[in-house]
């Protein structure tokens, strides 16, 4: 304890000496300070660092790669702990899976399934990591369809492309991202003709049942009765109906913000009854007498697009705005 204490002075008192030493402005006492000071650590008495303050934390945890294995055992431990809920885990499993379109099969600790998913990571690649360590029926399945027990073995959309190697090399001759962004457009097309094809069903059907409507009445003799049938393509505005064109808004012509502020008001009134499909209308310019729409969100690709513009948008500020001779649109055909 005593000795502790007598060392602590002594290197406190030494501190004091050699910045005083250090400070002056005679070279002497400068140059007998500097060689105080490298040689105090051979008796063990080097100058005691001060304490820096500590950084203040802003609460957030760094996000640190981990092997999916390794993710399971700690979400086991804070739940045992009580540092997390099993609840929570449930809430955050229960959002639809989007099927990744790379999949890597990997044994836990090798380096080079450890490159292939930092690549990954680092091109902004969504993927779906599968640890095989220990699981022999799924290594006896890459053994059948690569003709490989290595790992890792990467598949791009079921197709098995090979190794780390395979993959960088297709990441450096650009052909991964190509065809990740095709099997993306492969995607959306399938999803649009999808589309196309049941609202070309549900069109089917009404015309069959109004067909089967004035035959029933043609037998018994009596005037059909009129059907609307459920039209969805360019001919018509899925919300036409709901627009009410009544009276101009002014006959007076109009220039500039004056123009822009007016075309405004028309759009935000069609605004509600696109945003229903859940859809919009963004402004891009008006040049002249004509005004420039795109639609975004889900009217991107609907097949009532055409008509929402044609019959729906521009018909509206036409009849408000008489001076308007028309929209144009990178979204309209022609």
Not at 227 to 255: H, T, Y
Request: glycine share 8%; hydrophobic share 40%; charged share 30%.
């Amino acid at each position: 304890m005593l000795g502790r204490l007598v060392r602590r002075v002594a290197v406190q008192s030494l501190d004091a000496i050699v910045v005083r030493g250090k400070e002056s402005e005679r070279t002497p006492v400068r140059l007998v300070a500097s060689a105080l000071d490298q040689a105090r650590s051979v008796v063990g008495l080097d100058a005691v660092n001060r304490e820096a303050p500590l950084p203040t934390w802003s609460g957030a945890h760094p996000e640190r790669p981990m092997w999916e294995s390794d993710k399971k055992k700690l979400h086991k431990f804070q739940v045992e702990k009580g540092i997390v809920s099993e609840q929570s885990e449930a809430e955050e499993t229960e959002a639809p899976a989007v099927e990744a379109p790379v999949k890597v099969f990997y044994k836990r600790g090798c380096p080079y399934a450890r490159a292939a998913l930092d690549l990954l990571r680092e091109r902004e690649i969504p993927f779906e990591e599968v640890d095989i360590k220990g699981d022999d029926a799924t290594l006896g399945w890459l053994k059948i369809v690569t003709g490989s027990r290595t790992t890792p073995q990467i598949f791009l959309r079921g197709e098995s492309i090979g190794g780390y190697d395979e993959l960088r090399a297709l990441d450096l001759s650009g052909e991964l991202r190509e065809r990740v962004q095709d099997d993306e457009q492969t995607v959306a097309e399938a999803e649009l003709a999808a589309r196309r094809a049941e609202a070309d069903a549900e069109l089917a059907k009404s015309r069959a049942d109004a067909a089967r409507q004035a035959a029933d009445a043609a037998k018994a003799g009596r005037k059909p009765k009129k059907v609307s049938l459920a039209v969805v393509g360019k001919e018509r505005s899925p919300f036409e109906d709901l627009l009410e064109l009544g009276d101009a808004i002014s006959q007076e012509a109009l220039e500039g913000d004056a123009l822009v502020a007016r075309v405004k008001e028309v759009l935000d009134e069609c605004r509600p009854m696109v945003q229903a499909d859940g859809g919009d209308i963004e402004l891009l310019d008006v040049q002249g007498n004509v005004v420039h729409v795109q639609l975004t969100g889900n009217c991107v690709g609907c097949p009532s697009s055409q008509a929402t513009l044609k019959q729906g948008i521009e018909r509206r500020l036409k009849t408000r705005i008489p001076q308007i001779e028309g929209i144009a649109s990178p979204q309209l055909q022609g």
